[in-house]
Structure formats: structure tokens, C-alpha cells
């Protein structure tokens, strides 16, 4: 069946770095967009970042452009999510998702995706 594990999260400080991996089986991984979305505490879920099957195309919500990156090695099966400058406003759980439609270009909504992993937990503070 499909999973989907992510990891890379902790604590750090403002200005910090973190990478996020989300290893992904039970299926055809170069097949799929995959998503970052994050919650916060009391807060609903939002999209961070998607990328498309091949990786040629990204997509990124205004407040992370020009601090996050996603990327993805297919021969790996793994999306990341590099976060740098970190500030305390991106504290949150941090989850990956599967594009529910094969070949499909990036999607911000979260009904568009179909399997999620447990979420990873990033914590920015001094």
C-alpha cells in the first residue's frame, strides 16, 4: 500500500536551516506531483510547496519563496523540502502528500491529494 514517512524535522533557531525528507513505496513515485503542507497550532492546514512528477515545475506559497526549496530524486522515491532562514511563524507539523492524479502539474488545494504521511514536527525558536 502507499506510505508516506517523513523526517528531518527538530528545533531551530530564527535564521536556521532544516531539510525535510518524505520517503514514499507501494507505488509509481515518478508518477505523481507531490505537496509540503503545514499545521500550526490552532491554525488550519496550508499548502507550503508542490512539485511536479518530473520535477520540472514548482510551486510555492508567497511567504516561504526565496527561503524553501523543493526538489525530488525519483530514484530515491523521496521529496524534500530544504528550509532556510527559518523564522517562528513557520513552526508548525509538517506533512507530504500525493497529487491523487497521475501526471498532473502542481496543485496548492489539499482535496486534490489523497495519501498523507504522519507529519514531521518543525519548531523555530531562540
Known amino acids: 500500500q502507499v506510505q508516506l514517512v517523513e523526517s528531518g524535522g527538530g528545533l531551530v533557531q530564527p535564521g536556521g536551516s532544516l531539510r525535510l525528507s518524505c520517503a514514499a513505496s507501494?507505488?509509481?513515485?515518478?508518477?505523481?506531483?507531490m505537496g509540503w503542507f503545514r499545521q500550526a497550532p490552532g491554525k488550519e492546514r496550508e499548502f507550503v510547496a508542490a512539485?511536479?512528477?518530473?520535477?520540472?515545475?514548482?510551486l510555492y506559497t508567497d511567504s516561504v519563496k526565496g527561503r524553501f526549496i523543493i526538489f525530488r530524486d525519483n530514484a530515491k522515491k523521496t521529496v524534500y523540502l530544504q528550509m532556510n532562514s527559518l523564522k517562528p511563524e513557520d513552526t508548525a507539523l509538517y506533512y507530504c502528500?500525493?497529487?491523487?492524479?497521475?501526471?498532473?502539474?502542481?496543485?496548492?488545494?489539499?482535496?486534490?491529494?489523497?495519501?498523507w504521511g504522519q507529519g514531521t514536527q518543525v519548531t523555530v525558536s531562540s
Open positions: 502528500a500525493r497529487d491523487k492524479i497521475a501526471y498532473r502539474g502542481n496543485d496548492r488545494r489539499d482535496n486534490e491529494y489523497d495519501y
Open positions: 507501494g507505488y509509481f513515485f515518478n508518477r505523481y506531483a
Open positions: 512539485i511536479s512528477w518530473s520535477g520540472d515545475t514548482t
